[in-house]
Structure formats: structure tokens, C-alpha cells
């Protein structure tokens, strides 16, 4: 996570005016109004993905999931966090240290069945529910998650 970044004002979710000034103003230019900052920025999108990686570490049901991935998931769970603050509207950092990575590229090296796709979604799905109860925004993130998810199963 990099050390400084903008921090979600109530003036993001606040109902946009057509005559924005002053403090308002400044607010959202200090903020930009994206799925990341409106979601609760970095402490949200970190706990969603630490959530992500315990349950895949911890459930039978993501066995599969588990044993694609290296023993230690340290370096997943801020390659998680970073690309998708990117992803979502957030800073890029993850972009700007991996120039030219991608989704295709991340994955080629393995084979992705309907079943570990499922897995996928379904731990994903519940790291949200679980580290962001209420929140909509993240519960609408997780179902496009899912969507991605589940078409790179083959
Ligand atoms: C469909 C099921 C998926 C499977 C089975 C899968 C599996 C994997 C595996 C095994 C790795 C490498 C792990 C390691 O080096 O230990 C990886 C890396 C990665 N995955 Fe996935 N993945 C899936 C879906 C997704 C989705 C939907 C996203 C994001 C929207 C995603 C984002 C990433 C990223 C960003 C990396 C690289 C992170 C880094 O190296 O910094 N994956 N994935």
C-alpha cells in the first residue's frame, strides 16, 4: 500500500450539486469519485482481500483454489490489493511496478477449470460479505468478480 493516498470525504458520497465551490470543491478534487475511494479505499479492499486469502487457506471447499497458489500468500495478498485498488478507480502502483502484466498474462501459466473458477467466486463472495457486511458498493464489486471469474473457467 503506498504510503499516502487520498482518503474518502463524505463530500464523495454526498449528492453531487451543479454548483460546486469551496470546500466541496477542493474535497473532490482531493478525492476522486471511483468504485475504490466510494468503497472505503485501501483498510476495506485490504481486509476484503486478507479475507479472501484466509478462507482459501483455511476452507475444504477451496482446496483446489489453495493448491494453485504458492505455499506462502503474502505476496498475494498485496498483489490482490494493489491491482485491484487500481482496477477499481484507485492508485495505480501495481500497474506502474508491472508494466505490461495483465489478466492474461498473470494466468497463462495455469489451467483454470469451471469448478476452481467457482471456487474463486464463491471465496471472494464471502470475504465480502464478511469483511464488508452493508457495504453495497464492494457487494456489487464481489458480483462483477464473479462474472470474471467464472468466464475464464474453462
Ligand atoms: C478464475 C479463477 C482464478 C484462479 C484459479 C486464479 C489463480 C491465480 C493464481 C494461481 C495466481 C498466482 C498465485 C501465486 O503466484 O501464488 C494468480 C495471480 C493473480 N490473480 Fe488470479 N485467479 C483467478 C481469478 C482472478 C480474478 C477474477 C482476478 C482479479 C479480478 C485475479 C487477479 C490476480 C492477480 C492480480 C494476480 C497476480 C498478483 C501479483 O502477482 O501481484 N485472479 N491467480
Known sequence: MPESYPVATTADTAPQTTTASGEAAQAEQATPNTPF???????????????????????????????????????????????????????????????????MSVHKPFTINKAVAGQWADAMKQAIADAAPGNDLAKTMGSVLEEMALGMGR
Request: charge should be negative; aromatic fraction near 14%.
Open 37 to 103: 475511494y466510494r468503497l472505503g479505499g485501501y483498510p476495506v479492499m485490504q481486509a476484503i482481500v486478507d479475507r479472501f486469502y484466509d478462507l482459501m487457506d483455511s476452507e475444504p471447499a477451496f482446496a483446489e483454489l489453495r493448491a494453485m497458489h504458492a505455499p506462502d500468500l503474502g505476496k498475494m495478498r498485496e498483489g490482490l490489493t494493489g491491482f485491484l485498488a487500481g482496477w477499481a478507480g484507485g492508485p495505480r502502483d501495481w500497474f506502474e511496478a508491472n508494466p505490461g502484466r495483465c489478466m
